[in-house]
């Protein structure tokens, strides 16, 4: 039998710090900081009463319903099939002027989809220069299709956003190469059978992922719908929630949105699992040289879509700009572009920051729980903090303002702080940049992560430089490249976003794309393209950055 004394130097065996990692609790609290809109939207759809449900069910949910089906049914249509079709003249065949399309062709990135509205409207509406010249040329223009239409809108979106499609299959089709092609026809296929039977379904899954992809920013547009006056689920959120003043209404509306997202992102992760192997490459298979007039074709067509896309509204943007000129300089653009500028810096630093502070989180506990439950719970965890990229605009705004507003008005009652110093601030902007554009910063900068070698951290260990000093000293300057491309492209995408900045921005506290949407609102074309020159010239950066990194593996 044990002594007294040998009983109390017995050790309990449960240990609080062994059972709780504060690590994975710190994870996980981020992680439902993440998804917190969803879970507000969802929760408050389902609870909260509203006195315009009938209305909204009557005459509203079916006529978005209808539009947003419409929408992203034909953009996704359109921009698969320009994207296939570019992908692969560039990809396959040699012809004139293939080296300057295979990166031009991107360039309609740049240009977001409400610039491309207005500028649509502005050449091809009633009163623009094309209808002008045809009435002048046929007497009438009656036959012209209406621009201002569902129509309109579905070619506004698909000229933005077939780079996407064209930018995956596009090395789909590289790393098949000719030896695809040459098998087909070994086995009698004619070209056009090999193409449609062998070189699109191997890259399949390319295609879903470009498709998926377009799918996702449709349904987040809000600002080329609203210029259309085609109303879809993220113009009726708006409408709804700041025109009639209904919140309760807005997110039920909200979480109409998220089902659709949702279901896109379930079938995201179901092309996961699909694996298919490259059966060629573009270095060893050089391209089918074309005949005079399949060339003439080629070019003709890669030539008439980045006409379309992007030389005819870039020159139209550039007239009207120099027409009103003497506003860049005025002191309200300077001020909206200051506004733009410091937004866009702020929250792509701190979005850097918070990428790097996660994965620096994320490789402690991979050495602190090696095993592979805690490495499959952390991914898991990772991947849902990154779909808030999924998640529209309008959804975020009215999901953050719920809880902020909570939490505002906890504060006002037990420390007296302002009600308005989350929901109507900075602090409201910032955190839905943050959940919406996380996605963005932390994949190039996980991507690198990736590259770097565990020796580089031995030998840092060995020589005594741990923690935040290791970081600082070594693993920071190693991520350099990758941490530069998530500060670029999460700043252009901030200059760009439009619908979160304009429900949450604080009160009269106007950027380039909020003054976009007004004065597109009052039919200002002209004047509107002065701060929209200044957001496409920063989306050229993400376009710059997308083409180097697919220039590593793809060789034009």
Known sequence: MRTQSQLSTIKPSFHLKAFVNWRLLLLLVLCIFMLSPVFTVIHQALLAPSDLNQHLNEFVLPRVLANTIFLVIFVTLLSTILGIAAAWCVSMYEFPGRKFFSWALLLPLAIPGYVMAFVLLGLFDFSGPVQTVLRN????????????????????????????????????????GQRALEVAQSLGYSQRRAIF???????????????????METLADFGTVAIFNFDTFTTAIYHTWFGMGSLPSALR?????????????????????????????????????????????????????????????????LLWFFEHSELALSSRYIEFFFNTLMLASLGAILIAFFSVAIIALQQSLKIKN?????????????????????????????????????FSKLLINNFGFSSLLFTGGIFALLAGYSIRFFA?????????????????????????????????????????????TALALVFVDIMKEMPLTLMTRPFGWDTLAVQIFELTSEGEWAMAAVPAVAIV????????????????????
């Open 137 to 176: 040329v046929f007497g009438n223009s009656d036959w012209f299709p209406n621009i201002r239409s569902g129509g309109g809108a579905v070619l506004a979106l698909s000229l933005c956003l077939y780079p996407y499609v064209y930018l995956i299959v596009r090395g789909a089709f590289a790393q098949q």
């Open 440 to 484: 963005v910063s932390y994949r190039p900068i996980d991507s690198q992560m990736q590259r770097l070698s565990t020796h580089f951290e031995e030998v840092s260990e060995s020589l005594g430089v741990v923690g935040i000093k290791k970081w600082q000293q070594v693993i920071l300057p190693l991520l350099k490249p990758g941490l530069l």
């Open 197 to 215: 039977s062998l070189a699109i379904p191997l890259a399949r899954p390319w295609i879903i992922a470009g498709m998926l992809l377009v799918m």
């Open 253 to 317: 509306l909200a979480a109409w949105l998220m089902l659709f997202v949702i279901v896109i992102l379930l079938i995201e992760s179901r092309g996961h699992k699909q694996r298919y192997t490259s059966i060629g490459d573009a270095l060893s298979n050089p391209r089918q040289k074309l005949s005079k007039s399949k060339s003439f074709i080629s070019s003709l067509f890669c030539g008439f879509l980045f006409s379309l896309a992007f030389v005819i509204p870039m020159l139209q943007l």
């Open 537 to 556: 010239v920063a989306g050229l950066v993400p376009v710059y950055l997308l083409n180097k990194q697919r220039d590593k593996h793809i060789q034009n």
């Open 370 to 406: 090696n095993n592979r439950k805690t490495a499959f719970f952390i991914q898991f965890l990772t991947r849902l903090m990154t779909i808030g990229y999924a998640i529209p605009g309008t959804v975020l705004a009215i999901g953050l303002f719920v809880p902020l507003a909570w």
